[in-house]
Nanobody
Framework: QVQLVESGGGLVQAGGSLRLSCVAS????????MGWYRQAPGNKRELVAR???????NYADSVKGRFAISRGNAKNTVYLQMYSLKPEDTGVYYC?????????WGQGTQVTVST
């Protein structure tokens, strides 16, 4: 059974940093693309960043230059390093891994940025 488990969310002041981690288990091969989405209250879930197994990345315009996505040395791990956090970065962050014909999602981790 495939599971994505996130960690690393929390409460931080504006200008601070956080690092999110995600591990996908239950898949024997490397997942090609992994990413992070977020959802703020009343908003749709939106892409934050994604990365391929080859290291190609893309970011939402709102986080470019502040966030960095990376793959871990362990299979099917992905990180999101967040710098210069803003109150508008507040939301639930979800790890995402499309594999086969299925989109797999983590349970989400809350990130709250206070003023």
């Amino acid at each position: 059974q495939v599971q994505l488990v996130e960690s690393g969310g929390g409460l931080v002041q504006a200008g601070g940093s956080l690092r999110l981690s995600c591990v996908a288990s239950g898949i024997a091969v490397n997942i090609s693309t992994m990413g992070w989405y977020r959802q703020a209250p009343g908003n749709k879930r939106e892409l934050v960043a994604r990365i391929t197994s080859g290291g190609s990345t893309n970011y939402a315009d709102s986080v470019k230059g502040r966030f960095a996505i990376s793959r871990g040395n362990a299979k099917n791990t992905v990180y999101l390093q967040m710098y210069s956090l803003k109150p508008e970065d507040t939301g639930v962050y979800y790890c995402h891994a499309p594999f086969g014909f299925t989109d797999y999602w983590g349970q989400g981790t809350q990130v709250t940025v206070s003023t």
